[in-house]
């Protein structure tokens, strides 16, 4: 009996161990196979984007030394720039950019129809990138339909990334409450901007695709009458062309 048990333990472990390499085998086969799947078109690149979405409320002083104030913008558009180098499943870029928006209200007081309401803010930033994986609709579309009469070479390629720079705004706006006498409020100020993002490219050919995506901008406003601690928060929707050479 006691034979049979300790064959039988040393069966189980056995089991074991050959379940656990075999694990561990196939994990590795899928990173070396997630490593060296097509990438598409690699080396330097330029990208082109669209942008349009909400800002956030912004707190800066309206009239110094009286503390902050909520500063209300309307939705936003610009555009940006990338200048960068695709490596495969990494990409580093530099970045240009802008936004355009107007003030809507100030301590949701109504504006002052002959004073300015614009609000501009303008950033760069270097970022990295991720491409998750390339997905190749043309091979997608024969697996699920053999024999199909179409071939299409069209690949998409979800991606996220994070940067990290510089930048600046400024807003200007009056209440319709104050005087004549006083002047417009330009509350202006520069920092730190950080940007997080998360799109698709869609490959039209194996140099060019359109991308897709979302944006999240922040950039510190500390300066000329404004209160440490403002920024101004964007979210955007974001569409553009990525040219690869």
């Keep these: ?39 598409g078109s690699t080396g330097g690149y330029l990208g082109v984007s669209y942008n349009y979405g909400s800002i956030d409320d912004v707190s800066a002083t309206y009239i110094r030394k009286s503390g902050n104030s909520n500063w209300q913008l309307d939705d936003g558009e610009g555009g940006q720039v990338a200048f960068g180098f695709d490596f495969g499943k990494i990409r580093l870029d530099w970045r240009l950019g802008a936004l355009y928006s107007n003030v809507v209200s100030i301590d949701n007081a109504k504006q002052d129809p002959l ?90 050919t194996d140099w060019a695709g359109i991308t897709l995506g979302y944006n999240y ?3 510190e406003l500390e300066g000329h009458q404004t209160l440490t601690g403002g920024d101004v928060q964007s979210h955007m929707a974001s569409v553009g062309f990525r040219f690869t050479y």
Excluded: C
Aim: aromatic letters at 10%; a negative charge; hydrophobic letters at 40%.
């Design 1 to 39: 009996m006691k034979k049979l048990t300790a064959l039988l333990l040393g069966t189980v472990v056995s089991i074991a161990f050959t379940a656990d390499a075999f694990a561990e085998n196939k994990q590795m086969a899928m990173v070396k196979d997630y490593l060296s799947s097509n990438n």
């Design 115 to 204: 004073s300015s309401d614009e609000a501009v803010v303008g950033y760069s930033t270097f970022n990295i990138n991720l491409d998750l994986y390339r997905f190749h609709l043309g091979d997608m579309l024969k697996a699920g339909w053999p024999g199909t009469p179409f071939n299409i070479d069209v690949a998409a390629t979800p991606y996220i990334g994070v940067g990290w720079g510089y930048g600046g705004g400024w807003m200007t706006g009056k209440k319709i409450s104050t005087p004549r006498t006083q002047g417009t409020i330009e509350p202006a100020g520069h920092g730190q901007a950080v940007s997080l993002e998360g799109g698709v490219l869609i490959n039209i």
């Design 217 to 219: 901008l922040e950039v």
